[in-house]
């Protein structure tokens, strides 16, 4: 990996890219970020539910926090 942030191997049946870790924890948060985005547009028309409503029927489901 001499002066290149990354390595691909070709020649085998199972390509492999070798990152430096920092480099792959900073596109892994990335992609995480974007499954976020994803996920909360996907619900954008559904129903807002007040949090005074959510705590109320957890505590009757689990009991006191």
Request: without cysteine; aromatic residues 10%.
């Amino acid at each position: 990996m001499a002066n290149s942030p990354f390595s691909i191997e070709l020649k085998s049946k199972n390509p492999v890219v070798l990152l430096p870790l920092k480099q792959y924890e900073t596109m892994l948060a990335y992609i995480e970020d974007l499954e976020d985005k994803i996920a909360i547009r996907s619900r954008k028309d559904e129903e807002n539910i007040p949090w005074g409503d959510t705590e109320k029927k957890f505590t009757k489901k689990f009991g006191a926090k």
